[in-house]
Each structure stands twice: as C-alpha cells, then as structure tokens.
C-alpha cells in the first residue's frame, strides 16, 4: 500500500425529506447565489423545495448552466457574484452544476486577472468563496470531493482543477430527486460512476486489501441497482444505494493508497469536447479499448474483478480477464449505453490522430498508472474504439 | 437505508516514516500537552520519533495514562493543562490513551464544576481543545472519530461521551508501529476491530446494501490479515491493511443509514469493569452467546454474513446463521482469544445478577438495534457466556 493523506470535511445530509435541512447549514447572514441548469429542477419542484427551504436568506439566482459547465456561461455568473457582494454559493444541480460552482468559488476569490488561468496553470485553490450543494443526479460525486471539471467552447477545451478549497461545506443528497430523472441521465449516472471506480481500481495489485473490497463493493452494488432504479425510478431502496454509490465512487476513500489511471476519462474527455458527447457515454467507449490495448498490464486486476465482481472462476488469469472486459461493456450496453465512437458519429475519421497531437501539445506525454500511455499509444486506443 | 448525516473532519496521515510529518501539523504558537500510556513508547523508539518531529514546539509531557483510561489520573493531567496554559493536546498511544486525550480535550473548556458530568449527564462536546494523534495500536478506531469511553474505579463504571467537537485534528497512521507490539495487544485488537463491524452489521437487513458490502470487506480484511499479523508483525503489507481496517471499522462510514447494537460492547464494558479483562476478550466473551440468545431477531443478517464472509453456501437461513456464530468464536479462538468468562475468572457466579442489576439502575431498560434487551435478558445472555 502507498502511503495518502485523507480529509475529507464535507458534511452529508442523506435521506428522505433532506432538502428542508438547507438553511440550517448556511449562515444567517450570508448573501446566497443559488446556481442552477437548463431549468429541470423548476419543473420537478426541486426549485421550489429549495426556496421555501431558504426561507428568510437573502438569495440570487443565476440559472443556465450548461451540461459540461461553460467556462463563458460561468464567467457571467462571476459578474453577478461581484456586482450582488455574493458571500455563500449554493448549487442545486448535478455534476456540471456543482463544478461550475467549484470554479466560481475559486474565481471569486482568485487574484490573478483571468481565471482561466486557474485551469491552464494548475492553480491548486486552497481557499474558495464557501458553497453547499444540493444534489439532483447521482453520477460525478462531485457533492463529496474538491475537483471540477471545466469546459471552454471556444478553445474546444475541458480542464480539470481542485484544492483542498473546493470540498462542499454540506451536499444534500435526497434519494427521491431520483425519480425524475431521464432514463438517459440515469444510464450515464451508473457509467459515470462504475468507471470512477475502475479508473481507481483497474491498475495493478499493491496490495491494499480493503481499498480493493470498497471498490468491489461500489461495482457490485452498482451492478445489482442498476437495472431496479432504470425500471423504476422510484424505487427508493434502489435510489437510495445508487445514490450513495456515486458518491463513495469519487470522495477521495477508495483511491487512497493505490495507483491510479484516469486515462479514460482524459481520452474520453476529448470525444465530450470535439463531439458533445454525454461525458459518461465516452468513458464507455473507450473503456472496453482501454483495458484490452493495456492488458497485460491490467490483468491481474481484471482477473480478480472478474472473480470478485462477476463470479467468474473458470479459466486462466488471461481468460478471466478478458471474460471482464466483455461483461462490462455487456453491462454498458444492458443499460442501453453504446460503446463504439461510430455508433455517436459517422465524423470519426482522423479523431484518433487529432487526440494525440491535443496530448502531444499539452505535453501529456505518459498518462495512465504507469506514465506509459504516450500520444502513440493514445491514437491506437481511440482507433480500436471506432 | 435510514436518513443520516455524515461528516468526519479528522485528516489521516498513512504510511511509512508519517511521524516525521508531526509538526506540521501543529500551529506553531501551540502549547502543547504529550500525552502517553505506561511508558512502552520510550522503549520501542516512538516516543523518539515524535520527539525530533515536535522540533522546537513547546511541549510538556505527561504520560501513564492507563489502559480503560482512568478519571482519577485524567484529573491529574487536567491540572497540568490549566497550570501550564496548554493550548493542543498530543495524544501518542492506542485508544485508551487516545480516548483519555479526548476526556481532556472536552474537560478543558467545560464550563460546569465536575468533568464526571460530561459522562454520567451524557453532555455532548461541540467543541473541545484542539488535539492530534499518533496511533501505536490499531484497534479502537478512535483515531478517526469523536466519541471516548472513561473508566472510574472509584465506582466501577466506564461510560461513554462524544460529540462533533471530539473528531482528532488529525492522526499519524504509520503501519511500522505494528512491529513492536506484544501478541496479544495485536489479538486484541484484531478482536476488536472485529466486533465493531459486527455491532454495526448484525442485527437486521434494512436494504443499506453499499454499507453491508463494505463492512464485509472489513471483515473479510481482517480474517485474511490476522494470521499474517500474529505470525510476522513485521509484515508490513498485512499490518498497513490492519491498521486501515482498525480506523474504518469505526470511523462513522459503516453505521450510517443503518440500526446498530452495541449490546456487545455494552455488556463487556461492564466485565472490564469487575474483573479486568481486556476489552477486546469481553467482546469475545458475550458476542457468540449475544448472537445465540437473539438468533431470530438476526439470523437474516448471519446467514448473509455466513455466505459473504465465511463462504457458507449449504443449509437453510438457520444452519447457515449458526455455523457463522461457530465460525466466529473460532477466529477468536484461532487468534489465542478465549471466548467463555470462566476462562478469565473462577469468580462468576452472580455476575450476569450483578450486570442486570447495574443496567436497571442505570436505566438501560432496552439495548439493541430493537431496544428490546431488558437486563432480563442481559442476564441470561451474560449466563450463557459463563
């Protein structure tokens, strides 16, 4: 096991009838930005649970971001946060919400003149303008960590950022948003969330025993709700575990003491930005690339992942492992997700090559848990994934 | 799954040479109080350790806290925390000191005459003097959560205290320590890490499946850890997952959206108490008879622990319910721990009266996760683990 620190301060209000909760945990005296997106939550009547919620605070709203926050969109919201002496965010949304809202935290209180810069320059944030979320779609786990994701349409990019800053103050995680939401979304929530694990988890034994068996844990469970919260959304036992699923999938615990990969989200990341592909539909596709282009690297962990996840026992090492790259994009494909770029665009051609050279530029020269995936190597996985 | 809030500030530092991160830690206009057990640090090289890490803080030191901390000596260090102005304490041993540190770190802002009140008037610390920790015994989970159990000799009681105010800062989790340990400090606290999962996943289903499967991957952690442990404490592999599973087994994650019992720890603090026995080999004592006394109310959740845990597959609910008790007093005994009272004293008889009786005075009329354990049926459950 490789030595990590771990802190994770964000306070977790799960459960039914949660949302009432939310001004206790906002200072009476703040002055709240309430952020939301396309406008969902108004018509679900989160909107309004949340304002009579709020009671007495003094709030603005800046609502419209978009899916993949919008680096132009949030630059707005920073407007309002300046003009309107802003002291508390509150997200009401999902993954893109709750990023963007981590951006906005850091760029109120950024010295520099462009925040972008916070992303382009790796600009850790240790202190950010406080913000609480409340959460409308299981997925990212954005609502437990201190990372964002940010994208900025006319560079065509989508940069990560974080510091120890960025933890929410408070998530609000009411299982019964659940029903409301889109079958599609739900899908791309179970993918999102089974690839944060595997991201975690699908590398080499270092022998850290537990943080294996959480992970295993996560998949399994994810596996078994799954097709019960896509049947009915308002299951609230399968809601329930689904929702807490994702967020164990990426608050920082299961991660601690192993190596890491994140590769598929870095390639998945460019098909989002050339593509506008849902971001959890791109980590199915290149997944099932990934990890048959990385086998012998990856096959001790396959194979104990098909054992432990999918009780397969049969066969050698080689053949368990391949048996569980099948079963997951099998699974991807059960929850109706398909996993190849020509089923999302006939616009392929040439993708495999302009994402290395997009690798090459930033001077990712090695990602993955063994710093070995070159620009090279990135180009055959993307090809393998047409 | 039930409602539940969940936040656990504390920051974890894990790993090898971890303690020559000590100071950064600490403010550096800290007054600080080192706070030590019987003295075995100065011989294993901790106390060394942390020593050179506090460089140039100012420290005062007092040690021989005893193992089931003890009010009357607390007290004495109570004096030297507000004789010499200490501002953060430094608690550097297992639970007992750890959990002592936390009596202090409440007692030294509690406003009242007598700190006994913070226990027997259940006043919970929402915010106590501020305190670190560096673990040398994996056990009590302590290290990463906020509650404390107080011994008082004076009047045979150990009772329990808590509150958000009593998370540590942080803890220096450096698996080496685990080197030194005497056998049965370490069977102990396999023991006792054991059968904190176990109060927090045996009693009945309640559809909380992530935190099921998590507290089985303790559990299973821990069976496959033990023997490595108990053979070679140099095996810092299997000591790092110990230590892990130790701080998991009882840091808040497990027991949220779940019923827990405690009626294990109940019934064998009050062992400890009257005879002395270790805390770990009380919980060794009542566990398996507690399981056999309420075996319907929790068969449902033995017979999965059966299955997931000892691999159980054969038989009914019931058969597969009873062979997990039986295989749970044999991991206890694999591990040297005798699992019947008679083993540790000839002086029973009239214990399980005396037990019932110490409950219905103190108005503990129902334990469990059903509150149905009258000090009736204490009595009989404390009988059959004669």
Redesign the interface.
């Known amino acids: 096991?490789?030595?990590?620190?771990?802190?994770?301060?964000?306070?977790?209000?799960?459960?039914?009838?949660?949302i009432e909760k939310l001004a206790k945990e906002i200072p009476n005296d703040a002055k709240v930005l309430l952020l939301y997106g396309g406008g969902s939550i108004k018509k679900n009547g989160i909107y309004d649970q949340v304002k009579t919620a709020l009671g007495i605070l003094d709030v603005v709203e800046f609502g419209g971001i978009p899916a993949n926050p919008e680096y132009a969109v949030l630059m707005k919201a920073l407007k309002v946060i300046k003009a309107e002496n802003i002291t508390y965010l509150l997200a009401v949304g999902g993954g893109s919400v709750i990023d963007g809202t981590k951006f906005l935290s850091s760029a109120a209180l950024f010295k520099g003149d462009a925040p972008w810069d916070i992303l382009t320059k790796n600009i850790r944030t240790e202190k950010g303008m406080p913000f609480g979320t409340v959460l409308t779609l299981p997925a990212t786990g954005s609502e437990m960590n201190s990372g964002a994701v940010i994208t900025r349409e006319e560079t065509k990019e989508k940069l990560a950022m974080g510091g120890p800053g960025l933890f929410p103050e408070f998530s609000i995680l009411d299982p019964q948003v659940i029903a409301s939401i889109p079958e599609r979304q739900l899908a791309n929530g179970l993918t999102d969330a089974f690839t944060h694990v595997l991201e975690q988890y699908m590398t080499y034994p270092i022998?850290?025993?537990?943080?294996d068996?959480?992970a295993?844990?996560?998949l399994?469970?994810l596996i078994?709700?799954a097709p019960k919260v896509l049947a009915d959304p308002t299951d609230y036992?399968a809601a329930?575990?689904f929702m807490?699923?994702c967020t164990?999938a990426l608050n920082g615990?299961i991660q601690?003491?192993v190596p890491s990969d994140w590769a598929v989200h870095a390639m998945g990341h460019e098909l989002t930005a050339l593509f506008g592909i849902d971001h959890a539909r791109t980590l199915a596709v290149i997944a099932p690339s990934h990890y048959k282009f990385n086998f012998d690297a990856k096959k001790e962990k396959l194979a104990q992942y098909a054992e432990r996840v999918w009780n397969i026992t049969q066969g050698s090492t080689d053949d368990k492992a391949y048996a569980a790259i099948e079963k997951t994009e099998a699974f991807f494909n059960q929850l109706g997700i398909d996993t190849k770029l020509s089923d999302y665009t006939k616009d392929y051609d040439g993708t495999a090559e302009e994402i290395a050279k997009r690798f090459a530029d930033r001077g990712w020269l090695g990602l993955g848990e063994h710093q070995s995936l070159t620009p090279e190597k990135v180009e055959k996985i993307v090809k393998m994934a047409y």
Chains 1, 2 share one sequence.
């Not at 022998?207 to 943080?211: H, K, R």
């Open positions: 096991m490789n030595n990590f620190e771990f802190k994770n301060p964000t306070k977790i209000i799960f459960g039914k009838g949660t022998g850290a025993l537990l943080q068996r959480f295993e844990s996560i399994q469970t078994e709700v036992k329930a575990n807490w699923s164990m615990l601690k003491g």
